[in-house]
């Protein structure tokens, strides 16, 4: 069944979680359609319009109560953090030099943790407190996805990982990966709004 607009912007801007899924899953071949137009040839051998809207899901959760001013229409405010999301993509795959894949990354390393993705956004010092909060409850949600799944977490958004690279290591195929990529955000939206 199909969301009622109105209802999940409404949703959206109260800052529920799971209203973020449901609004991707509504707009899923819009999202996609703009971030392949984004993605320059470089970029399209090396990752997936898919892969930027999963990191783009990520980023909306920490930063929802944005769309709470008013007038802020959703589809504009995601696609300016895909497009920002692309930027940082670029950087990181085309401007720098791949990390090592044997190189071991914890999850509280100071400047490639899941949780500082999450709410890498919330930098000014009125929001400090908040934003540890966050971290707190993200690192709390973890705990409760299946070790493999917090495993293949870490290699997408710690490593910086393409779901390909992923599958490649794992032995699995790249669908599989997205599957369970997109599952494991959808839960972790179910477990911070909850919470």
Not at 26 to 46: D, E, F, M, T, V
Not at 64 to 92: M, N, V, Y
Request: aromatic share 4%.
């Amino acid at each position: 069944m199909e969301p009622n607009p109105e209802s999940l912007l409404a949703r959206l801007r109260a800052g529920e979680a799971s209203a973020v899924g449901e609004y991707f899953e509504a707009n899923r071949p819009a999202l996609l359609g703009y971030i392949s137009s984004r993605l320059g040839p470089a970029l399209k051998s090396r990752v997936e319009p898919e892969d930027i809207l999963q990191e783009v899901s990520v980023v909306a959760l920490s930063r929802l109560s944005d769309l709470a001013s008013p007038g802020r229409e959703p589809f504009p405010w995601f696609c300016h953090l895909a497009e920002q999301k692309i930027i940082d993509t670029h950087r990181r795959l085309i401007g720098a030099q791949k990390r090592s894949s044997d190189k071991e990354v914890g999850w509280n390393t100071p400047d490639g943790s899941l949780e500082n993705l999450l709410v890498s956004t919330l930098t000014s010092a009125s929001q400090a407190f908040s934003r540890d909060q966050k971290q707190m409850k993200l690192l709390v949600a973890m705990e409760q996805l299946p070790p493999k799944t917090q495993q293949i977490l870490k290699m997408r958004y710690v490593e910086g990982l393409t779901t390909r690279e992923i599958a490649e290591r794992v032995g699995s195929s790249d669908a599989a990966i997205r599957v369970l990529l997109s599952r494991a955000l959808a839960r972790l939206q179910e477990i911070l709004g909850e919470t």
